[in-house]
């Protein structure tokens, strides 16, 4: 059974950093595209960076480029988000989310997913 379970979230104030990372089971982690969204309260839940199957690309949502990166320890089938400069705009619950179907664009294809994390929630506040 395919298994995410995400940790490292928490209260930061801005301009801090914090790294989630993303347990993955039942599945080898670097055969299916996976990524992380967030969805911050009231808001549509977004993509904030992902890695195709297709190529192994990542991408990312502007407003994160040059202070989120995103990799992956395939050795412990793990999936880790690094956020720097963190901003209050960026809170919001951080999810994982894995399909074996969706090979690109995975940035938008959120309702492509086959399997979510609970999420892990990071509030960035003064």
């Known amino acids: 059974q395919v298994q995410l379970v995400e940790s490292g979230g928490g209260l930061v104030q801005p301009g801090g950093s914090l790294r989630l990372s993303c347990e993955a089971s039942g599945f080898t982690l670097d055969s299916q595209t996976i990524g992380w969204y967030r969805q911050a309260p009231g808001k549509e839940r977004e993509g904030v960076s992902c890695i195709g199957s297709s190529d192994g690309r990542t991408v990312y949502t502007d407003s994160v480029k040059g202070r989120f990166t995103i990799s992956r320890d395939n050795a412990k089938n793990t999936l880790y988000l690094q956020m720097n400069s963190l901003k209050p705009e960026d809170t919001a619950v951080y999810y994982c989310?894995?399909?074996?179907?969706?090979?690109?664009?995975?940035?938008?294809?959120?309702?492509?997913?086959?399997?979510w994390g609970k999420g892990t929630r990071v509030t960035v506040s003064s």
């Open positions: 989310g894995t399909s074996a179907r969706i090979t690109r664009d995975c940035l938008t294809q959120i309702y492509g997913m086959d399997y």
